[in-house]
Each structure stands twice: as structure tokens, then as C-alpha cells.
């Protein structure tokens, strides 16, 4: 049985839009896309190449396998660690208006998208990566289907855009996995699922 993880960038704020660029995602308006740029540095870079070291395969929604696949299979460097396993492994999107996905390698899941993840966990192996895909994670928050959490939280406060965590989602609690922080700020804390939350009084 697989395991499924989540990475996810995010402002102080708890923005996800459009980490990578201006023109990255528009939609309602948003025009401070590019955010996360600035503070690309080793440490961002030896994280991430930690994370593309290990999956078996990656599951998107719509919109984020629309942006990947508009760059990565232009990328063909074979030692690129993110594009060498983003073309080569399974893709998986959930989507029930994507007709068709060209990009090598790609399943489209067009039912009902808790019960196609949970299908995906049992028939895999090893890690199942989810990358972005915010619409889609809290879909598969509030089923508990999301094993791992890798939050970047960068030192940006945007004030709008897209949030991953908005008003009802399901209460969940998380056990802390690691912690470390980039050169530039970004801190990356990892989550692990631990069920329903406790509370409590003083």
C-alpha cells in the first residue's frame, strides 16, 4: 500500500497561488504570482531534490497538471532530478473536465476522487507525491487520505489569493515530523497524520 504526501507552498498568510511566476495563475484576479521565487537558494534546492528522490509516482489536480505539463516534458535533462522523475513516473490527475493528457504517462481519475485515491493507496507501492494542487488536497484532507505534509512557509505576506486551508475544513490533528529552515527565510516544517484533534481547558 502506498503512502500519499503533499508539498505545498505557502505564504505567512497561508497563500498558495501562483508560487512560480506572474502568469502561473490569474484566475479571480490574482497578480502577485512569482512570490516564492525570490528565495530560491541550496538549501531550497537540496529539500526538494530530497523529495523528487523518492516517489513512485505523483497524483495532480486539473490546474497544476496543466502547468506542469506545459514545462517539465520540455525538460529532458536526464540528471535533473525533478524533471527526470516528473516525465519517466506515473501521473495521475483528478479532473472531470481534462478530455485527454498527452503528457507521457498520464491516468486521468474522472470518479468520484475520494474513492479513486483511496484505490490508488491500495493498488501502489511506495510514495505517491502531490505537488500544488490545493483545490484537490482539501478534497483529500477531509477524507484523511493525505499521509505527510511538507508546508514551505515563506516569509511573504501577500493579504489575497487561494488559501489550502479555508472555513470547514474537516478538524484534523497532525504529529510534527521535522523542521529546518533555508538561507532565505523559508521555514519547511513536515506533518504526519495523526487523526481527530484533542481539546482541552486551562
Same mark, same amino acid.
Given at each position: 500500500?502506498?503512502? !500519499? ?18 502568469? @502561473? ?5 490574482? @497578480? ?17 531534490? @530530497? ?8 497524483? !495532480? ?7 506542469? +505539463? ?12 525533478? +524533471? ?92 510534527? +515530523? ?15 497524520? @495523526? ?8
Amino acid at each position: 500500500m502506498a503512502t !500519499l504526501s503533499l508539498t505545498q507552498f505557502l505564504t505567512l498568510d497561508g497563500v498558495v497561488q501562483a508560487p512560480g511566476g506572474p502568469d @502561473e495563475d490569474r484566475s479571480d484576479g490574482f @497578480e502577485r504570482g512569482g512570490w516564492s521565487v525570490p528565495y530560491g537558494d541550496e538549501d531550497f534546492g537540496r529539500f526538494m531534490d @530530497e523529495v523528487f528522490a523518492r516517489p513512485t509516482a505523483f497524483l !495532480l489536480g486539473r490546474r497544476t497538471y496543466d502547468i506542469f +505539463a506545459g514545462y517539465w516534458p520540455k525538460q529532458t535533462d536526464p540528471d535533473d532530478p525533478v +524533471a527526470s522523475k516528473l516525465n519517466a513516473l506515473p501521473k495521475y490527475v483528478a479532473s472531470t473536465t481534462l478530455t485527454e493528457a498527452d503528457w507521457a504517462g498520464t491516468t486521468l481519475l474522472r470518479g468520484d476522487v475520494a474513492q479513486e485515491v483511496a484505490g490508488l493507496k491500495e493498488r501502489l507501492d511506495g510514495e505517491i507525491q502531490m505537488h500544488g494542487s490545493a483545490g484537490l488536497a482539501r478534497t483529500l484532507l477531509d477524507h484523511d487520505l493525505i499521509d505527510t505534509l511538507h508546508l514551505l512557509v515563506f516569509p511573504v505576506v501577500l493579504g489575497t489569493g487561494r488559501r489550502l486551508f479555508t472555513d470547514g475544513v474537516r478538524p484534523t490533528a497532525f504529529r510534527p +515530523a521535522g523542521t529546518r529552515t533555508t538561507g532565505t527565510g523559508v521555514a519547511i516544517h513536515t506533518y504526519e497524520l @495523526e487523526g481527530r484533534p484533542s481539546y482541552g481547558s486551562y
